[in-house]
């Protein structure tokens, strides 16, 4: 056997390709929420005293915690990029692990603040949610669906981080191949991002 | 013969091993724990302008503050800033065009409708 051909097969890797790959899939996640965004604010435009009027419903605290919380994870994800390209595996195992369990807190307090509105009786087609006013019903609509969305992103980012826990577990990354957690990282850092703009919307409107 | 082979194999794995051009390798711990501070520095701002009352500019400046944020997590945290290959240039500012055109469309509609 050729082993030289072998060592061909085996390492054929395309840095760049493999980012550029995981940045149009980021596009088309920002055109996704991009949508929501424009819908949100066509509905704001229209209803600015109704969507004041339910955002008192938010909890400032709660959604402040949870925005400082993410923001942390992505420091501590681009930490673990960086760990393993210096070849600390062990570090980056302690980060990887780190930005899962942030991204499971932020879970666990967004979910606490829905069964708080949903014990209140406020859920998309409730009779206490449709008696308010239209504007208040869209409020929420919005709300459980770009905080819903976003949310089933993070569920995504951690399973898809919990993998590259595992492989780096296993061995599979090392200084020369890592792209595969930076791709992650990339994907959580969107998500971050998304929040970033989510959190003033939802919580801070005046 | 044998022992030519091996050493030829070897040189071609050592190539292949050369690390693949890095822009991260230009921004270290320093930076992100920068950037990290002025992203909550950030969020602080905008959470207490929120409190005052600045009639009517509260989304715009909440949105720029918000912007700003994203420029800084894209440009350091995804290594945009020291992104060398040039398609990034062309994709990124072609989808946010992208969005700015449909937002555009949609206010050219809705700003005008009797609701």
Not at chain 1, 18 to 35: D, H, N, R, Y
Not at chain 1, 90 to 111: E, M, S
Not at chain 1, 153 to 172: A, D, Q, S, T
Not at chain 1, 190 to 206: E, Q, S
Request: hydrophobic fraction near 50%.
């Amino acid at each position: 056997m050729n082993e030289i051909g072998e060592a061909v097969l085996e390492q054929h890797r395309d840095y760049t390709g493999a980012k550029v790959g995981m940045w149009l899939f980021l596009l088309s996640e920002i055109l996704l929420f991009g949508g929501l965004f424009i819908l949100y604010s066509a509905y704001r435009y229209r209803y600015p005293v109704e969507f004041h009027q339910a955002s008192r419903e938010m909890e400032v605290f709660l959604g402040t915690i949870n925005t400082l919380i993410l923001q942390t994870s992505a420091l501590i994800m681009t930490l673990a990029v960086l760990a393993i390209r210096k070849g600390n595996r062990r570090l980056t195992a302690y980060l990887l692990a780190g930005t899962i369990a942030l991204g499971a807190v932020f879970l666990g307090i967004k979910v606490s603040e829905w069964l708080t509105h949903i014990e209140q009786g406020i859920y998309p087609q409730s009779p206490v949610l449709l008696a308010r006013t239209k504007g208040e019903v869209l409020f929420f609509g919005l709300y459980y669906t770009m905080t819903g969305l976003h949310g089933l992103h993070v569920l995504i980012g951690i399973c898809v981080l919990l993998v590259m826990l595992i492989f780096l577990l296993r061995g599979k990354f090392s200084p020369s191949r890592f792209v595969p957690v930076e791709n992650s990282g990339l994907y959580w850092h969107l998500v971050d991002i998304i929040w970033i703009f989510l959190y003033p919307l939802f919580y801070l409107i005046t | 013969m044998h022992e030519g082979r091996e050493s030829a194999s070897r040189e071609f794995e050592k190539g292949l091993q050369a690390k693949p051009e890095n822009p991260a390798q230009e921004m270290g711990l320093r930076t992100y724990i920068l950037v990290w501070l002025g992203i909550i520095i950030l969020t602080g701002i905008t959470y207490t302008l929120s409190r005052i009352k600045i009639e009517g500019w509260e989304v715009i400046i909440a949105l720029v503050i918000a912007g700003a944020q994203a420029a800084l997590a894209l440009n350091y945290f995804m290594h945009l800033k020291s992104e060398t290959a040039g398609i990034f240039k062309v994709i990124i500012p072609l989808v946010l065009a992208v969005l700015i055109v449909f937002m555009a469309l949609t206010f050219s509609d809705v700003a005008f409708r009797r609701w």
